[in-house]
Every structure is written in C-alpha cells, then in structure tokens.
C-alpha cells in the first residue's frame, strides 16, 4: 500500500481525489508492468504513464499534418495563404512598424489595400516570432517552412491544452482521451494540416485557450487566471475573424449560470476581469477597431456585463438589509428600472444606427437563405454552404454518437465547468449545422464531450472487473455514476455474467476507437492532404500525373512581363498571382469591394468589345482564366462563370443571368445561349481548343470537364491576344492589346 | 400606494445606512475608491456630450480605464471581505497583488490606445 504518499513536484496542480487506479493494489500495477527493478511508486508510475502518452500524442498530432510535405513539397496550399505567406515575409524582412502601416498598391489596383488595418496579424506574428526565434539559436531556416510547419506546431499544442481543460472539467483520465482524439480528429487537420497557413491553425489554439483559462477563473475565483483568460482573448481576436464566437458564448454562459441560480462571486470576479481587460486588449487591433462597444454582434457582452452589475448590487444590498420584506420591494424597483433602461437604451442604439446590425457573414448564421439572396460573394463560396450528414460522418466518425453520451454524463455532474462545455457543445454544433467551415469550432467541444463519455464508460468498465473479491462495498462505493449494472443488489450471484458483459464491452470499446484512427488516418491522407495548387492523377497506365500547371504560368508571368503589368483574373487567384507571380492584380480573395468584383465580372461576361473598354478603364494589361477542359479539372473558371454573372449582374443591371441560360439549363456546346457562346470567358477558355483532340474517341473541342463538345469552335479574338497557355492548358494568360495607331 | 413605497424607500435608506456604517475600514476605503472612478468616469462621458466624441479612442480609453479600476477595486474588495465563505483561504497579499498586476496592465493598455 502506498503508506507515505510524497508530493510529486511533476504536477504543477494538486491532485483531485485520488484515481482509483492507485489506492488499491500496488503489487498488481507492478506485476503488470514490472518495475520492481526500477522501484518505481504507483504515483510516481502514474505520472510516468500520463507524460509518456502526452508525449506521444504531441508527437502523432505533429507527424499526422505531413502527408502532404512527404508526397509533395514543403509548400503553402490553397489561396489564402499565399497572402498570409506574402505578409509574413513582409513582417520579417521590413519589421513590424513598417507591417503595421503598410499600405498595399499591388492588389484591388487602382484603389490599393491598407493592409496594416484590414487583417488579423496574429498568425504573422507568430510565425515571425518562431522564425527569429530559431534564427536566434542559430537554425538557418527559410521563412516559407516556419509558415509551412505552423499548424502542425500549433495542433500539437492544442493537444496538450484539451488535456489541460479536459482535466479542468471532468478528471485526468478525460484530459488524456481529449488530448488523443484531438490529435487526429479529421475536423480539425482539414484546416490545420502542413502547408495550409491559414489562420485557423493558430485560432483554434487560441479558442482552446481562452475557453480554458475562463472555466479555470469562473472554478478558482482569481483575477490572474482572468486575466490570463483576458490575454488568451486578445491571442484569439488577432488571429481570426471568429473570434466573435467567444465574445458571444461566453456572455450567453454567464446568462445561462445567472438563470440557473449558480450566480457567485467568482463568476463576477472572472467574468468582470475578462471582459474589460480583453475588450481594451482587442481594440489594439486596427482591424476589430472599435466594434466592441458600435457593433451589434458585441453587444450581448456589454448587456450582460451591466446585468453582472446590478445582481452584484443586489447581492450586496440583500447582504446588508436584514428585512427581507424590504429588499423585495427594493428589489422589484432596481430591477424593473435596469431592465427599463437597458431596453430603451438599445432601442435607441440600433435605431439611431450607432449601434451596427449584424453584419452579413455573421447574419447567415442566423438567417442560412440571407445570404442566397442579398450577398453573393458570400453565398459563392463553397466553404459557407450548409453541412451534409455525411461531412459530419467523415469530420467525426464516432464522435457522432459518442457526444450525445458524453452530454448525459455531464448532465449527471453538473458544474460550473460541465455547463460550459455543454453550451460550447451544442452552441458550435448548431453552427456546425449551418455553415461546413464551422466544424472546424465544433470539433474541440465535440471531442472533449466524447472524452468524457469514453473516459468514464471505461473507468465503470474497469472498476467492474476490478471489483472481485471486496464485492459488496468497494463496487458499491465507486460505482457512483451509471455502471452497467451497478444499480443491483444481488453482486454475488451476478458477478461471473458481469465480468463478462464488462470485458466484452471494452473490447468492443477499443475496436471502436481503433476503428477511428484508421479513418482518421485515411481521411488526412486522401481528402485534407492535397496542395490544390499541385494537382495529381493518375495517367493512362497507373502512374501518377503532376500538374503544376498554376505554378508555371506564376512563373511565367514573373519572368515574362513587365513589372508594372497588371493582371485581371477572378478573385480566387488573386493572392497567388500576388505572391508567386509578383504582378499586380484587380481584384484578390479579400473580396472587400463587392463593385470592383463586379466590374470585373461584368468584363468577363460581356462580349469583347464591352469587355475591352471595361479593361482599358482599368488598365489591365494581362487576362488569366483557369480552364479545365483538357485535364477534366472541374473547379475552373467555366463552372464558376455563372458565380460571376450574378454578382455582376448584381451591381450592373445590364448583366442579366437568363441571357447565359438555355431553358434555365446551363451549356457550352451548340444550342448554349449566343450570349454565352461568344462573351470573353467563353472566348478566352476555347481559344484553339476547336481544334484539339482531348480524348480517344471523341471530336476534336471536347471539353472533358463539361462532358460536351463545345459549341463555338472558330474563335478569333480581335482585342487580346494569347500570350502562354500551360503544358495541361489549365492556366491561359492572354495580353491585351494597346489601340490602334490612328491613321 | 405612494406614501408606503415613499416610507419604504426611508425606512430602506436608514436600513442601508446603519448596516454600511457596520463594515471594516479597509471595505471603505476601498469603495471610496470605486466611488471615486465612476465619479471621473461621469465627468468624462458629460465632457464628451458637450464637446463631441472626435478622438473617440482617447474618449474609450478614458472611460474605460476608470470603469475598468472601479471594477477590478470591486473584485479587490470581494477577494478582501473577511465575511465571503468562497475566499476564504486566499490570503489577501495575494489578492492585492492580483490587483495591481491587472491594473498595471489595464493602464499600459490605455497608454496604448490613448493616441
């Protein structure tokens, strides 16, 4: 028996009651594992087991995120990172004063980008400071593999942290779970995988950590805790746009405690602490700016901070008058009067318009078919579609089922820690619901939920199997919550059906949760580890195919045009052709002015002389369209050109989308609308094709993405001319011609 | 109707009174404090009503930092209190420190955003 039970100084916290693996039976722990030798007590074994399975899960969440760095290279992904990457080696070459004033005359030419105040800097700064840092012990690394490497990092110290809260909440054995299943959960590696340095990666970590540290000063009452939380909110509001999430649940938290009853002086003291001091923290960042006390999405904080005031005056004022009589009169004035004032006091906000509606991104939250029909920019993007089941089953597995069960065992132990888990749970999945990007949020509550419901099923488990010989009192003792059959009188005659049914439900319980790391393992590797900007196939025989086609024609355009050159391309392009092409372009993915991506749209889908007075207006010298005919690419430019007649048509009346339509059916081959057959885009994607056989079989213009041949074949441009199409014919650049020398 | 809620609320008033003059000196002192920052915190929200909101982060930074201090006095002053059950083991050196940390940082945070 564990007789002088010396403190460990590994643990920086005490420990919570102790676990029930290590009162009972040192002898057994020893015989499974066979430290005699190495004498090891069974705290101290304990502990060497819970540090080792950090470790390893540290390690597992680092090495998951590289299935694209070893098939490919070590490059950034997507489009928005080209921008983060492109602003972070601004940060480390120039410093950040110059980055914090920097205004941009390379994108949205010609009104130029204030970048310093239009972007979160936190995921630059970081990467920047993890770049000088190596560079400081002497490790000569290029700024583009810290940018790569990141998240991984980053994912891995998200591990740690949903040890950390999962201990918070419910004990270690669930920090452990949590920290596991985190680590590999497909929710969170799609947008946090090497390569992908976006600002996810960095937010999600600051989520964490804000949540964490908020529970751990609502549980402990101190204002450094509150204010760590404060400093943990200020990480978030850099890093990412949703950091609007927290300034609303945690308000919503703080109602739900107030409603039920659970107000106490700890609450006050977090809650207070971290709200003034993280609201001064976010307005540093020019980008959030004054929203906390104009914007209508801030303003549930406020309201509740007040309501915070006035139940501490209560509280007080009841402490102090001992006539209950009196203090209910008292009461039923201060009240109605605070809800008086604070109604009209919003009224009167929101009608004057000082106080900002919600704003459209955070609107189509509330309202999914807002944004259908009054913003299209928003709506076209495919990342704000509503979520399939079926991306939840891929995201989650078995997480699916396991959180509903990781739910009731919170209900069973209420606290203030397991109510704010519960409304993170169910606030992220309704979110979740909505928008598919938004798994993302969910995934953190959804896999401590289901830490918890694993943890304590196995422990029950576990503590049946455990309960041989001392039968009546210790499995009655322990088996507190809902054992499987702990509830019976009769142990005795039970006992041998019991061990059975427990041993088999925790083979059962293992198959599922290796079941789920062999899916997490195949979804990281097929569906989140691709560069997309590197594309793979398969060729005729089996081996695999790299198009590099979007990377060439950025080269091309670096080496091949003349530095003030300016390129029109559709917003999805815009960053890349900024950071790789060096070129300056119209329009980027920032997306901040909805005309000017409206009269670029409009270019595209006028015929070529309309078309060409728009882009002599803004003075574009090369055109870039992305074409998939040829490889059978699906994503380029032709399947998005109805995208760019609605928004188009959106601010140009003149643009009418029934023109492009035949039927309300949309088509490129012969009986396509004239209007579609001969505006720009058509034009610019076909040029030549007429006349190239693309597969065995079939007539020369067979487009193999569509799956038509296409209708216009005999193109001939009279105000452009082709200047380079890539070796797969996806990306074509064309140059504009200068007007003609009058006579 | 009247005349009871108007008896009522002296009847209160003389209540509030008496218990208030009960409380320890250092409670006091502290709520002199808090008293204080709301007070400057009124006479800057009247200043910006009469002479308009143009810098208005030197306005929020203003505000702010007094009703921020008045708070964190408030949260001082609950971790202090001999009679709150809940903090009961937190010696008050500790809670005093808290304080002023916040409050250090609550200040360079406005002499930040002050402009």
């Not at chain 1, 901070?305 to 007080?316: I, S």
């Not at chain 1, 530095?563 to 070129?583: C, E, F, L």
């Not at chain 2, 808090?34 to 982060?57: C, D, E, H, K, R």
Request: with cysteine; hydrophobic share 45%; charged share 15%.
């Amino acid at each position: 028996m564990v007789g002088k039970s010396e403190p460990i100084n590994g643990t920086a916290k005490s420990q919570p009651p102790p676990s029930p693996l290590s009162p009972k039976s040192p002898d057994l722990l020893s015989g499974y594992f066979s430290f005699k030798s190495l004498k090891l007590k069974t705290k101290q074994q304990e502990l060497l087991i819970r540090v080792s399975i950090l470790c390893l899960v540290y390690v597992l969440a680092f090495v998951t995120r590289l299935f694209s760095v070893l098939r490919y290279e070590s490059m950034i992904h997507e489009f928005d990172p080209y921008f983060n990457y492109r602003t972070t080696l601004f940060l480390t070459e120039k410093g950040f004063y110059e980055f914090w004033n920097w205004f941009d005359s390379e994108s949205w030419y010609p009104l130029g980008r204030i970048i310093g105040g239009t972007l979160y800097p936190g995921l630059m700064v970081t990467a920047a400071l993890l770049y000088w840092g190596l560079r400081f012990l002497r490790f000569a690394v290029h700024i583009r593999e810290v940018c790569v490497l990141t998240a991984p990092f980053f994912a891995s110290n998200t591990t740690i942290l949903a040890y950390f809260f999962g201990k918070e909440i419910w004990d270690t054995g669930a920090g452990l779970v949590a920290a596991a299943l985190i680590a590999i959960c497909p929710g969170y590696i799609s947008r946090s995988v090497a390569g992908s340095y976006d600002n996810e990666g960095v937010a999600i970590f600051a989520l964490l950590l804000t949540f964490y540290l908020f529970v751990k000063a609502v549980n402990t009452g101190s204002l450094s805790w509150g204010l760590a939380s404060a400093f943990g909110y200020f990480y978030m509001v850099s890093a990412w746009g949703g950091y609007v999430f927290i300034i609303n649940l945690i308000p919503l938290y703080v109602l739900v405690l107030l409603i039920t009853g659970r107000y106490s002086m700890r609450l006050y003291v977090a809650y207070n602490c971290m709200y003034i001091l993280g609201m001064l923290l976010a307005m540093q960042i020019r980008f959030v700016g004054f929203q906390h006390v104009q914007s209508g999405e801030h303003m549930a904080a406020m309201g509740v901070f007040f309501l915070m005031q006035v139940f501490y005056l209560l509280d007080w004022l009841k402490h102090l008058l001992s006539d209950t009589k009196l203090f209910q009169a008292f009461l039923r004035m201060t009240v109605t009067s605070a809800v008086g004032v604070g109604a009209v006091a919003l009224g009167v906000g929101t009608a004057s318009g000082y106080i900002s509606p919600w704003t459209g991104r955070f609107y189509s939250l509330l309202d999914p078919t807002y944004a259908k029909d009054h913003i299209p920019i928003i709506a076209s993007v495919s990342e704000h579609q509503p979520t399939a089941w079926s991306s939840f089953m891929f995201d989650f597995q078995i997480l699916l089922f396991l959180f509903p069960a990781g739910l009731y065992f919170c209900f069973k132990r209420l606290s203030d820690a397991t109510i704010f888990i519960v409304m993170y749970g169910l606030t992220s999945m309704y979110f979740a619901g909505v928008m598919v990007r938004l798994i993302l949020v969910a995934t953190p509550a959804v896999c401590l939920i289901s830490a918890i419901a694993v943890s304590a099923t196995i422990k029950n488990l576990t503590l049946l199997l455990r309960a041989k010989t001392k039968a009546p009192q210790s499995a009655s003792g322990k088996g507190g919550s809902s054992g499987k059959a702990a509830s019976k009188g009769s142990l005795d005659q039970s006992q041998p059906f019991q061990k059975n049914g427990a041993i088999a439900l925790l083979f059962g319980a293992f198959y599922l949760l290796s079941k789920y790391v062999t899916h997490c393992t195949w979804v990281t590797s097929e569906a989140y580890s691709s560069p997309s900007i590197v594309l793979a196939a398969r060729g005729a025989h089996g081996n695999r195919v790299i198009f590099d086609d979007y990377r060439e024609a950025y080269f091309w355009l670096r080496q091949n045009t003349p530095p003030d050159a300016k390129v029109m391309s559709w917003w999805d392009y815009g960053y890349q052709i900024t950071a790789m092409g060096n070129r300056t372009v119209i329009v980027d993915n920032n997306t901040w002015n909805n005309t000017h991506i409206a009269t670029v749209g409009r270019a595209m889908s006028s015929y070529e002389d309309e078309a060409y007075e728009i882009m002599r207006s803004l003075d574009v010298d090369y055109v870039l369209v992305v074409f998939g005919g040829v490889t059978g690419y699906s994503s380029d430019d032709i399947n998005k050109f109805l995208w760019m007649v609605r928004i188009g048509g959106g601010v140009f009346p003149v643009i009418k989308e029934p023109d492009y339509l035949v039927n309300g059916e949309y088509r490129v081959d012969k009986g396509a609308a004239p209007k579609m057959l001969n505006c720009l885009m058509y034009k610019l994607s076909y040029y030549r094709f007429g006349e190239l056989t693309t597969e065995y079989g079939r007539p020369p213009g067979y487009d193999r993405a569509r799956g038509v041949e296409i209708g216009n074949k005999d193109i001939k441009l009279e105000y452009l001319e082709e200047a380079f199409t890539t070796s797969n014919w996806i990306v074509r650049i064309y140059k504009v011609k200068p007007p003609n020398n009058r006579w | 109707m009247a005349r009871s809620s108007g008896d009522d609320a002296q009847a209160l008033f003389h209540s509030l009174r008496s218990a208030y003059a009960a409380t320890p000196k250092n409670l006091k002192i502290i709520d002199l404090y808090v008293a204080f920052a709301v007070f400057t915190a009124l006479i800057q929200v009247v200043y910006m009503a009469l002479v308009g909101s143009f810098p208005f982060n030197s306005f929020l930074s203003g505000v702010l930092s007094c009703i921020g201090t008045a708070v964190l006095a408030v949260c001082l002053r609950i971790q202090v209190n001999k009679e709150n059950k809940e903090f009961k083991d937190l010696p008050p050196e500790r809670a005093f420190a808290d304080f002023v940390l916040c409050n250090l940082v609550l200040h360079l945070v406005i002499m930040n955003f002050l402009g």
